[in-house]
């Protein structure tokens, strides 16, 4: 019965556990880019990508040329500093569908040269590459 016990605990104890590892998410990253769940959404690249980025609004714009993949990110207040926290909403097309999830928890993971800025949301397994312009 002990050990019934001991081996629900730990399979209760493992599916709370986040499966999406931040550093092979996120952190690894170069480029702009919009990953959920371990799958890469979005990719920027500068030959089919176009950015915007509002700081009166914090909001950062990916799209492609033809307006067929995209992310939009709007936070409660500009993202500078590495722990930092901030309320965003982000809508997203995935698979010819639109998405959008708001009140999300971002955290500043990393920031870097040319503004560059990784945002994390442990809740979703959400992870952002934006750039300030």
């Not at 002990?2 to 590892?21: E, F, M, P, Q, T």
């Not at 990253?29 to 979005?42: A, C, M, N, R």
């Not at 901030?86 to 928890?105: D, F, G, H, P």
Request: proline share 2%; aromatic share 8%.
């Amino acid at each position: 019965m002990k050990r019934l016990l001991r081996i629900i605990a730990v399979i209760v104890a493992v599916s709370g556990c986040n499966l999406y590892d931040i550093d092979e998410v996120l952190l690894q990253k170069e480029d702009i880019s919009l990953t959920i769940k371990g799958v890469d959404q979005i990719i920027y690249t500068p030959e089919t990508f176009q950015i915007g980025h509002n700081s009166k609004t914090n909001t950062f714009r990916v799209y492609d040329d033809e307006l067929a993949n995209w992310f939009i990110l709007t936070c409660d207040e500009r993202p500078t500093t590495v722990d930092q926290e901030v309320t965003a909403s982000l809508s997203w097309t995935e698979s010819n569908t639109t998405k959008s999830r708001n009140n999300l928890i971002f955290k500043v993971e990393k920031t870097g040269p040319g503004g560059h800025i990784w945002l994390w949301c442990k809740d979703e397994a959400i992870g952002i590459v934006v750039r300030e312009l």
